[in-house]
């Protein structure tokens, strides 16, 4: 299990990788119709750079084979 921690102004996430990587695409369809406020979307990005620096996602933010 690979554990994160990402934050970003109020909103902060240390967890599991796979958790956050259900988090980030549960919000982004949430707000797949609307506009996403700027602090949440900032904060899933810091979320995805994390997850880039775990090695769990790609240069281009795509999920590594395990």
Known sequence: MTRIHASNRSLSYDGDADCALDLIESVRQ???ATDMPRVLHD???NIEAELQHAGVLDEDFA???P
Do not use: E, N, P
């Open 30 to 32: 949430a707000y797949s």
């Open 43 to 45: 904060f899933l990005l």
């Open 63 to 65: 999920r590594v084979a």
